[in-house]
């Protein structure tokens, strides 16, 4: 019985430390790995060996993306619905300006998400790829609403000189 308890304990301690964390540094330095804390120090174990980090230069230890991620789902869902209703909006200018809205809205979300999976990159979170992709589709196709919009105006993309839109130039 005691060689099953300390077998388990074992595995309950190695489960512990394997998963990895992102240690935040007060000098706004990431570092993901395994974290152990040793009360006066954080050791993190990453690819590249052992560091060393004292307690008083460690602002916090994340355990887990959703703590990066903030509010982006909610983000993400309003630039769908940014994306719908341009769509409906009959007025050019408007429909660019509330497309451009969605789309930095939609940078940001890819931004956070890209930066989490490069900090979490555990197979376990395979839920970022496949949200970072939905975001990059989503970019694509508010770039393309915008520049087929743009597209039928040429002079917006390549204004001429002096206001003129074809012919000759008078002097």
């Known amino acids: 019985m005691v060689k099953i308890w300390r077998a388990g304990s074992i595995l ?3 489960a512990s430390t394997l998963s990895a964390d992102v240690v935040l540094l007060k000098s706004g330095q990431k570092v993901s790995g395994r974290v ?7 050791e993190v174990t990453t690819d590249r060996g052992l560091r060393t980090f004292l ?13 990066l991620l ?12 940014e994306y719908s209703e341009a ?3 009959a007025d ?12 930095e809205k939609v940078r940001t979300v890819r931004e956070t998400l890209a930066t989490t999976r490069e900090l979490f990159p555990e197979d376990k979170y395979a ?3 496949v949200k970072l992709t939905q975001a990059m ?5 508010l770039r393309e609403r915008v520049t087929v919009d743009l597209a039928k105006k040429p002079e917006m993309i390549n204004p001429r000189p002096g206001g003129a839109t074809g012919g000759a130039a008078t002097s």
């Open 12 to 14: 309950l301690l190695l």
């Open 36 to 42: 152990v804390d040793k009360g006066l120090h954080v």
């Open 55 to 67: 307690r008083d230069e460690v602002e916090d230890v994340i355990e887990h993306p959703k703590e």
């Open 70 to 81: 903030g509010d982006t789902e909610k983000i993400f869902e309003e630039a769908k619905k």
């Open 87 to 89: 769509i409906a909006i």
């Open 92 to 103: 050019q200018a408007e429909r660019n300006t509330k497309l451009k809205d969605a789309i």
């Open 127 to 129: 839920d970022l790829d």
């Open 137 to 141: 589709q989503l970019l694509r196709l």
